[in-house]
T-cell receptor, first 114, second 110 residues
């Protein structure tokens, strides 16, 4: 158990819908990262937040947005969902930013868009 | 897009044998990390090697880094069935924006 929690574990929804994925980092970690893992794209970095502020963006679609709250939990919002958004979404946390620090991954949320 | 390419894509060995996985990447890095993923589950950090280091050990793991060739290797010695998993290299080019390789699927048979 990495100490990073993600909810829900599974999510099944329809195209065009909007969902919110939630992540709680390890106690004391200030950085949260979101990744998407799909069969065709592999593991892709989406976005990094540090202590509530966005620090880096990766291959995140405009339909996707994220935020980190004062209690350091983070949410990833996916809207206007398409079939191709079906994937495993991972959240990871690390103690700080600027590194190098290892990242601790949550168990992931499996999103299925029908 | 993927920074790293891993080789081989899949590896099948017997318990007790050594397993070697290679990772090549394209741009300069701050550090390189190796992660393990059991089927469909979260990734587990194995080892981090900084760009100014050439070799690092952790238990049965040995990682090498050759920045001139932009490549790294992960050696698992005396493999066990429990080592069966996918292994990913991840490069950190700044701000811990990890870019993952394509992964090597390792199968260790009893």
């Amino acid at each position: 158990d990495s100490g990073v929690t993600q909810t829900p574990k599974h999510l099944i929804t329809a195209t065009g819908q909007r969902v919110t994925l939630r992540c709680s980092p390890r106690s004391g970690d200030l950085s949260v990262y979101w990744y998407q893992q799909s069969l065709d794209q592999g593991l892709q970095f989406l976005i990094h937040y540090y202590n509530g502020e966005e620090r880096a963006k990766g291959n995140i679609l405009e339909r996707f947005s994220a935020q980190q709250f004062p209690d350091l939990h983070s949410e990833l919002n996916l809207s206007s969902l398409e079939l191709g958004d079906s994937a495993l979404y991972f959240c990871a946390s690390s103690v700080a930013a600027g590194g190098p620090y290892e990242q601790f991954f949550g168990p992931g949320t499996r999103l299925t868009v029908l | 897009s993927q920074q790293g390419e891993e080789d081989p894509q899949a590896l099948s060995i017997q318990e007790g044998e050594n397993a070697t996985m290679n990772c090549s990447y394209k741009t300069s890095i701050n550090n390189l990390q190796w992660y393990r993923q059991n089927s469909g589950r979260g990734l587990v950090h194995l080892i981090l090697i900084r760009s100014n280091e050439r070799e690092k050990h952790s238990g049965r793991l040995r990682v090498t880094l050759d920045t001139s060739k932009k490549s790294s290797s992960l050696l698992i010695t005396a493999s066990r069935a429990a080592d069966t998993a996918s292994y990913f290299c991840a490069t950190d080019t700044g701000f811990q924006k990890l870019v993952f390789g394509t992964g090597t699927r390792l199968l260790v048979s009893p």
